[in-house]
């Protein structure tokens, strides 16, 4: 999927619209809309070729009222349907391709109108696991809260967005280099690529962390990971913040996309001088010039 062309609306523009959404009204969608959302997930061609599975859980035939465990941070108020990707263990970049995946989906789902919030943190793995019959080499990494939004956000949506900073995003000199680490990427510099980076800047991330970190060397975007090591000591049951470059990942392509722009994925480490122990090397995206 290069050309997100089912969205609707442009992607930079879904994007800018999206935030987590921890209020919905409850009600129905319809079945061909889950469907659509789910095809969209299993579309998205994600970059590392591993194949998650997805799926959705309509809380209201399992009535299960307690799906979360008590204490989830940010709960959600009046979802119903939660969009879940599940990983093989042995795959070892399978949160990256979930968290591309499922994005697209979130993309989709914003087109349409409708709310989402990812949901990595804690909640019940093993009652939604069951549900959606996974097997013992598989894992649940994250899932996202589908639905229409309420049309007041609860007290608790705003409390959480509020501890979480949802609003604030990291300025482009911290996430963004050129030619090494020690440089900030400037935006007027970057042309049309500016456009596709501001909407990795906009992507979500568990606790709004904003791990990404690009630089720019030549013609080629590297991608890598900031790691919290005590924010993934806490989380041990999946890596979100691979998760979260997986998001970015997807913003990134997509957005590119659309702008014309090609490229391509591939792996290829670059050598660069001062690249703190903290960071993690994702991967690459290499301008094909036309
Ligand atoms: C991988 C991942 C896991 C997340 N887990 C949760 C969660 O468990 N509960 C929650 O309320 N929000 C969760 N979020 C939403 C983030 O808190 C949110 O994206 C961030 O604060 C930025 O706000 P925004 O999405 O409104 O732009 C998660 C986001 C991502 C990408």
New binding site residues.
Partial sequence: MNRPDIYGSPVAELVRR???C?SFDGRALEPQVLEELERTAAGAAAPFGSRPRFGVIDNEKVRAENLFSAG?????KGARYYLAALVRRDEPRRWEDA?FALEAAVLHASGLGLGT???????DRRRFGRVLGIRADEQLP?VVAVGRPAEKRSLRDRL??WS????RRKPVADLFFAGGWDSSLVMEDAGEWGQALECVR?A?????KQPWRIVRLGNAFHFHLARDKAYSAMMPLAD?QR??LG?AMCHFQFSAAELGLQGKWQDSMPQIEGTPGHFEYIATYVIRNS
């Fill in positions: 999206r935030v987590s921890r989830s941070y940010g709960m959600i968290g919030c990812w949901i990595g943190g804690v909640f994250a959480v967005r979480a900073k949802g609003d906009l979500p991330s568990a606790s709004n979100l998760i979260d998001i």
